[in-house]
């Protein structure tokens, strides 16, 4: 269970860093990649250069064919002799990489280095996957992709037009007392990006909260996050609420509790402008205000 709790921490982010991309070296044509960072891989895989991929960090899940590829450790506690030991040609990775000891390291090792900032809003994911797009060779697909995200989010604010925006709490805590998440983070994006509102804007990043507050915002939903794989109906959302401390669930009866699998709509990545669509058509399926 602590395993899988901190699984979700990497995939949702607490960090909220400004947009700051670092480029060291020059890139050459034949590539030997190790990325770092669920949606850094899954940009690269989607831009065209999966077979350059030589390894990846344990928060990379998708595609599928990721998970057969040696492993570096996990994105904020990397040994740097492990990625180096893959003789790289260049190292992509999440700006959440740690510790900054070894962080230095690679960047001062010689081997071309690409930093992406973690990506809490639309504007940071076209230039994330333009940033990757320049650095993998691969500038044409990077605007042909970001050209489909954009009209997938175009679709996914058409679900919400001429409706109430309905109230979001995203919560993360599977046996531990429940966080909820703020304003600079994956999932505010990503309710944001669907047509809703998160109840917690007001604070940034993420912080525990109680079943009081959570009752007093009386939300249209709540949203849990789950791994990949690990779905849950209804019937099983409300119980994890109750697994997390929540006694008076009675005074949620209108609330809609569902689960949203991290590395699909928190990744922050190729997918997102259809996670969006698929979580609006949850928000507005029901809500005709």
Do not use: W
Not at 14 to 29: I, K
Not at 95 to 103: L, M
Not at 124 to 143: F, M, V
Not at 181 to 196: E, K, M, V, Y
């Amino acid at each position: 269970m602590k395993n899988t709790f901190g699984k979700i921490l990497l995939a949702f982010g607490f960090l909220t860093l400004l947009p700051s991309v670092s480029f060291c070296g020059e890139v050459s044509d034949e590539e030997r990649i190790v990325t770092m960072g669920g949606a850094v891989t899954e940009t690269v895989f989607a831009l065209g250069a999966g077979n350059k991929v030589i390894a990846c960090d344990r928060s990379s899940l998708y595609p599928p064919q990721v998970r057969q590829l040696p492993q570096v450790g996990v994105v904020m506690s990397i040994s740097p002799e492990g990625v180096l030991a893959m003789n790289p040609t260049l190292i992509l990775t999440s700006s959440r990489i740690g510790p900054e000891a070894a962080a230095k390291q690679l960047r001062e090792s010689g081997v071309p280095y690409v930093q992406i900032p973690v990506l809490t809003n639309a504007d940071h994911l076209y230039k994330g996957i333009g940033d990757i797009g320049k650095a993998i060779n691969k500038k044409a697909e990077a605007e042909k992709l970001i050209a489909t995200i954009r009209g997938q989010l175009a679709e996914a604010k058409k679900l919400g037009e001429n409706r109430k925006p309905p109230k979001v709490i995203f919560l993360v805590g599977h046996g531990a007392q429940p966080m909820a998440t703020g304003s600079d983070t994956q999932a505010n994006a990503i309710i944001t990006l669907a047509g809703g509102k998160n109840c917690f804007s007001d604070f940034s990043g993420s912080k525990p909260i109680s079943e009081e507050a959570v009752l007093e915002m009386q939300p249209d939903f709540i949203l849990l996050s789950v791994m990949s794989g690990e779905g849950r109906d209804e019937t099983d959302s409300r119980k994890a609420l109750t697994q997390m401390g929540f006694k008076n669930l009675d005074a949620l009866s209108h609330t809609r509790v569902v689960t949203l699998d991290t590395s699909y709509f928190l990744s922050m990545g190729p997918r997102t402008g259809e996670a969006a669509v698929a979580l609006a058509k949850i928000f507005f399926s029901e809500n005709k205000e």
